[in-house]
């Protein structure tokens, strides 16, 4: 995937707030930087302690119709064995794969901490890369807070910064300020969305208890706007500078994003490929 590099490129080189971004000081940035530090290290052991059961689960062949797209369904280990492949090589690939995917976004994070860490949007956007890519992304948690509930509360935080912050950033870059307008109040609603999702998933507000078509219109119609934010934040606001900022991490994101979203839609639209490809 893409995704990795390119933002490591955007984000390490590039990620330099202007005028518009808070800059902090004093007990502000000892503070930030303290809480950044502790959710950064409480993601990383999280992160780490879902390897094992996420390797378990992985192992086992989902008989359902609701299968996750990791998840190795009987089609898939006809599949892997006329490759001459196992059940543990796959589990092994997907636990090294997450192993990558979330070194090379930790990595980036690390680097804007230590060069920017008194810049507001460069503290947001570390914090953002690490929770995204660690947390949210692979939704490795569920299966060790399924084993230890009381990790729940911590786990659900981490994955639930990661699945706003993501949002968030597509309106604030790269100077920090929300534009267009609407974008503010569109945040607001995403934020307000996904807690309910994350905390009361029971609830019929959950995203989940939606119907179907609202809840995929949702939440393509805010993957869009953040777009759409990007691109006029580019023909109207931003300068030469912040233009090629935006370049490389709209880019970056949009191809990691597109390709994981086509994958998830390619296995679940055309079942009959459940034969044939193997991630």
Not at 86 to 112: K, P, S
């Amino acid at each position: 995937m893409n995704a990795p590099s390119a933002i490591g490129n955007a984000a390490a080189s590039n990620v330099s707030p202007s005028s518009g971004s808070t800059r902090l000081h004093g007990r502000w940035l000892t503070l930030a930087r303290a809480l950044w530090i502790v959710i950064t290290l409480m993601t990383i052991a999280l992160f780490l302690a879902s390897l094992p059961p996420y390797a378990d689960y992985i192992k086992t062949i989902c008989t359902t119709t609701s299968c996750s797209w990791q998840q190795l369904t009987l089609g898939r280990v006809v599949a892997l064995q006329a490759l001459g492949f196992t059940i543990d090589d796959y589990a092994a690939f997907m636990v090294a794969f997450n192993l990558i995917f979330g070194g090379v976004y930790l990595a980036v994070a690390l680097l804007i901490f230590v060069r920017r860490s008194d810049h507001g949007l460069a503290l947001f956007s570390s914090l953002m890369l690490v929770t995204f890519g660690l947390g949210t992304f692979a939704n490795l948690f569920e299966r060790l807070v399924s084993l230890y509930p009381l990790l729940w509360l911590p786990a659900r935080t981490i994955q639930y910064i990661g699945d706003i912050s993501l949002i968030i950033f597509f309106y604030i870059f790269p100077d920090g300020r929300f534009v267009p307008r609407w974008s503010r109040a569109a945040s607001v609603l995403w934020v307000i969305a996904r807690a309910f999702e994350t905390y009361f998933p029971d609830s019929p507000l959950a995203q989940s208890r939606w119907p179907d078509l609202l809840n995929n219109a949702f939440f393509i119609g805010v993957v869009t706007s953040g777009l759409l934010a990007q691109v006029y934040r580019y023909r109207r606001v931003s300068q030469a500078r912040e233009r090629q900022q935006t370049k490389w991490v709209v880019f970056g994101v949009t191809v990691g994003v597109g390709t994981f979203i086509s994958v998830i839609l390619l296995f679940g639209v055309i079942p009959s490929l459940d034969q044939n490809i193997i991630l």
